[in-house]
């Protein structure tokens, strides 16, 4: 069966400091893989998309970025992070377009 | 007007009742409707998965799909307290890449 992996959980970090937060998938091959970020009571932000190795869709210009360098691997970095990027982040995939997703179990990011 | 609308709650409940958890939609070019139930700290877990109109039932979940009224359902019978949680709607439409998603109702169910 598949599974989704992302890490870590929890996450505190200081502004203008740098982020990268790693998410997996185990079990399928060339999955389309997907960041969102939800905000409390405001549902979920599509950020990136990705249907293959090095294929990134940017949803929102914003400080964030994403990169695929492997089939099943997904990262979501900043170069210098913003008061404002403090949210849950979830990463999520799905077999084809038109398919339910999975999502993993999130991280939380604090910026102070 | 949202794509997707749902009521954000809290919905309380008494243990035992039947829950009804709904989303209207303005797209007509929906074809695939998801419910997610989500835990504190956790991400959305796919619960029930349908297309076009009709009724699925797995369990104590039925969920239902109206595409002409443009209204979807999720009733949960015999609720327990495990089943307090965030419930998201999602939808698809055909040949369509996004997922788009309601915003969510919290449901607490009191024993």
């Known amino acids: 069966s598949q599974t989704i992996h992302q890490w870590p959980a929890t996450l505190v970090q200081p502004v203008g400091s740098p982020l990268s937060l790693e998410c997996t998938v185990e079990?399928?091959?060339?999955?389309?893989l997907y960041w969102y970020r939800q905000a409390a009571g405001r549902g979920l932000q599509l950020l990136f998309y990705?249907?293959?190795?090095?294929?990134i869709s940017s949803e929102v210009p914003q400080n964030l970025s994403a990169s695929r360098p492997q089939d099943r691997q997904f990262i979501l970095s900043s170069k210098k992070l913003l008061l404002s990027d403090s949210g849950f982040y979830l990463c999520?995939?799905?077999?084809?377009?038109?398919?339910?997703?999975?999502f993993g179990d999130g991280t939380r990011l604090s910026i102070l | 007007q949202k794509e997707v609308e749902q009521d954000p709650g809290p919905l309380s409940v008494p243990e035992g009742a039947i829950v009804s958890l709904n989303c209207t939609y303005s797209?007509?070019?929906?074809?695939?409707f998801m419910w997610y139930r989500q835990y504190s700290r956790k991400g959305p877990e796919l619960l029930m998965y349908?297309?076009?109109?009709g009724n699925k039932e797995d369990g104590r979940f039925t969920a239902q799909v109206d595409k002409s009224s443009k209204y979807i359902s999720l009733f949960i019978r015999d609720s327990q307290p495990s089943d307090s949680a965030t419930y998201l709607c999602?939808?698809?439409?055909?040949?369509?890449?996004?997922?788009?998603f309601g915003a969510g109702t919290r449901l607490f169910v009191k024993a």
């Open positions: 990705s249907v293959g190795i090095g294929q």
């Open positions: 999520a995939w799905s077999p084809e377009e038109g398919q339910p997703q999975h």
């Open positions: 797209n007509s070019a929906f074809q695939y």
């Open positions: 999602a939808m698809i439409n055909t040949g369509g890449f996004k997922t788009i």
């Open positions: 349908t297309y076009s109109s």
């Open positions: 079990g399928t091959s060339n999955p389309n």
